[in-house]
Structure formats: structure tokens, C-alpha cells
């Protein structure tokens, strides 16, 4: 098997990689054992299937999760699932406990200035969730169970971990997907009613002209299009077309046609 594996032609190699990625887990690490010894196109090769088994196992799964009413936080957490590293945490119950920690300081008062400013206080004060501006393009930025265990992520995982929390309190935060820089809502994101803040900058409250000078690194005029709220599809879309980017930068094609192929079953 390991002599067949040893093939530099993707096609040719293409129908033992299907193979190996079918195969019962112990059979599959056998191979991955013998594989350390072996060539580097059966090294890749074999990795490969094992990228493509990984998505494969929990294929169905995603399946009823893209379905006619996106589940973000099913998506996101099956999405943890895909990684090349095991699940750092539970992301539903550190959700949990976030949302039960913010929710001990919030009166009967849902004000959106007094809401905002103690989701910040609990996410980024006090657990440290903020902009990997070191490592922006590393595949963990957008994998929230890693986010939420190292406190590092990108805007749009940033946000979506405060959107998640604020559901379980029913407080008003949206996803807005402005260009180049990924931004949250608290308030009445139609009416404009409420404040638009910066997840990648400690949750920040933004005014006017502070919007319009981070936009402006991205495009010329910022139009109230721009501004829109996403929905759930649209924030697990742009999640899955992040992290293509991030693995053409480190040349891993089989991560890229899974990726392509859950956005595909996405967006049919």
C-alpha cells in the first residue's frame, strides 16, 4: 500500500487517498505509521487522506447544519472538528460559562451602552480575547475552540464568539460583514439604534469617524451597504473562505477541496 502511496501525480494518487480516508480508524493509523518511513509523496498522500477522513466523519453532520436554517454555533464547532489538532476545550460550555459570568453583572437593564461595555469587561478584560495581529493568517484564528483557548483570533471569530454569548442573554449583537475588517453590532443594527464596536480591538466601542477611518484601509468610500447585518450562512461562508485562504498560504490542497466542498453544501 505504502509503494502504491508513493505517487507524485494527485490524480494517480487520487482513488488510494479515497481508500485510505474510507478506511476504519485503526487501519488508517497503521498507515500513518508505516508512512513516517516512507517517501514524501506517500508522506503527503497519506496525509492527505487523513485531512479527507477528518471532514468525511462528520460529513452528515454538516450536512443538516447547512441545511434551510444555519445553526452558527453547530457550524463553527464542527468546523473545530476538521482542525489538524484535537479540540482544545468544549466550545459550547466555555460559551456557557461566559454568558453565565456576564450575565451576573447585567441588571434588568439591557442598555445597549451598559451591555456593550460588560461584554467587553468579561471578554476581553478579563479572558483576554483579542486581534492575533501577530499570526493573522494562521489557520487557529478561525477554529473557536482554539480562539477561546489561546484568547487570540481574527475580527470575524472574535465576533461571532460574542455573538453566541449574547444570544444566550438575549442581548442585540450582529455580525456586520464590512469589507477587509469584520465588525459587531449592539443594538438595533436596521434602525441603526446602538453602537457598532471592534472585536479585533478589545470589543471597542467605534463613533462615526473611528468607523470610517478603520474602512478606509480597505476601500475608498464606505457605503451604508457596507454596513449591513450577515446572517448566520454568511458568517460560516466567510469562516470557510478565510480558512482556504489561510492553507493556499500553506500549500495544503486537501484542506482547500474539503473547505470548497462544505461551502459548496452551504450555498448550493
Known amino acids: 500500500m505504502l509503494r502504491l502511496l508513493d505517487e507524485p501525480d494527485p490524480a494517480a494518487a487520487e482513488p488510494l487517498i479515497a481508500q485510505v480516508s474510507g478506511m476504519p480508524p485503526a487501519d488508517r493509523e497503521r498507515v500513518?505509521?508505516?508512512?513516517?518511513?516512507?517517501?514524501?509523496?506517500?508522506?503527503?498522500?497519506?496525509?492527505?487522506?487523513?485531512?479527507?477522513?477528518?471532514?468525511?466523519?462528520?460529513e452528515?453532520?454538516?450536512?443538516k447544519v447547512a441545511g434551510p436554517r444555519v445553526d452558527l454555533e453547530k457550524a463553527l464547532s464542527?468546523?473545530?472538528?476538521?482542525?489538524?489538532?484535537?479540540?482544545a476545550l468544549d466550545v459550547t460550555a466555555t460559551l456557557d460559562a461566559y454568558a453565565e459570568e456576564i450575565g451576573e453583572h447585567l441588571s434588568g437593564d439591557r442598555a445597549f451602552d451598559v451591555g456593550l461595555s460588560i461584554l467587553a469587561e468579561v471578554l476581553y478584560r478579563r479572558h483576554k480575547?483579542?486581534?492575533?495581529?501577530?499570526d493573522y493568517y494562521t489557520p487557529d484564528n478561525s477554529y473557536l475552540d482554539r480562539v477561546l483557548a489561546t484568547g487570540k483570533g481574527i475580527p470575524i471569530s472574535l465576533c461571532a464568539i460574542a455573538i453566541l454569548v449574547a444570544r444566550r442573554l438575549e442581548l442585540p449583537v450582529a455580525g456586520v460583514g464590512s469589507p477587509g475588517h469584520f465588525l459587531g453590532f449592539y443594538g438595533?443594527?436596521?434602525?441603526?439604534?446602538?453602537?457598532?464596536?471592534?472585536?479585533?480591538?478589545?470589543?471597542?466601542?467605534?463613533?462615526?469617524?473611528?468607523l470610517r477611518a478603520l474602512l478606509a484601509h480597505f476601500v475608498d468610500k464606505v457605503e451604508p451597504e457596507m454596513l449591513n447585518p450577515v446572517s448566520d450562512r454568511?458568517?460560516?461562508?466567510r469562516f470557510l473562505r478565510n480558512l482556504m485562504g489561510c492553507y493556499t498560504k500553506l500549500d495544503q490542497p486537501e484542506q482547500i477541496r474539503n473547505l470548497e466542498r462544505w461551502n459548496r453544501t452551504l450555498n448550493p
Open 60 to 63: 452528515d453532520d454538516w450536512r
Open 78 to 87: 464542527l468546523l473545530c472538528l476538521t482542525s489538524e489538532t484535537p479540540p
Open 32 to 58: 500513518a505509521a508505516g508512512s513516517n518511513t516512507a517517501g514524501i509523496a506517500a508522506r503527503r498522500n497519506v496525509q492527505s487522506a487523513i485531512t479527507r477522513s477528518r471532514f468525511l466523519a462528520v
Open 234 to 237: 454568511e458568517i460560516v461562508s
Open 129 to 134: 480575547l483579542r486581534g492575533n495581529n501577530d
Open 188 to 210: 438595533d443594527v436596521h434602525l441603526r439604534i446602538g453602537s457598532f464596536f471592534d472585536p479585533n480591538d478589545g470589543f471597542r466601542r467605534l463613533n462615526a469617524g473611528e
